[in-house]
């Protein structure tokens, strides 16, 4: 027998899971999902190379070239109007706004997404709905 079948009343579940677990299941979640990339090269042309998107920083600054963090660089996106930014945040930019990174507040009766970890971290400080077990 390769498997032994456990029963349900063998299941234990984390008690202490929490705020910051919840963000870690998510930022798991949304690193793992893939995405082409469509940043266009010099000629105009996309890179369509498919990438995690907790990949995407090191290919932006090693296939793309960004990689002094205090210069300044223009979105090469295709299809993007959202000017020059310096290297963080054009990477912040390619997540929030490429990439549609959303971050759930996972609390019932709240629903609030955001665009940043930091700011549903902020959220969930403060959420004036209940929490489904953990800190809050």
Known sequence: I??????MDDIQYNPNFGDEEYVGVIAYG???ISHACHWLDGGGNPCNQVLKARDFNVHLRTTHGLAAQS???PCRWYGCLGGVMTRPGLERHVHEVHLASRWP???VGCGQEFTRKQTLKDHLSGCPHPGNGGNN
């Open 2 to 7: 390769l498997f032994k079948r456990r029963a």
């Open 30 to 32: 949304i690193d793992s």
């Open 71 to 73: 210069q300044s660089y």
């Open 105 to 107: 507040c996972n609390r």
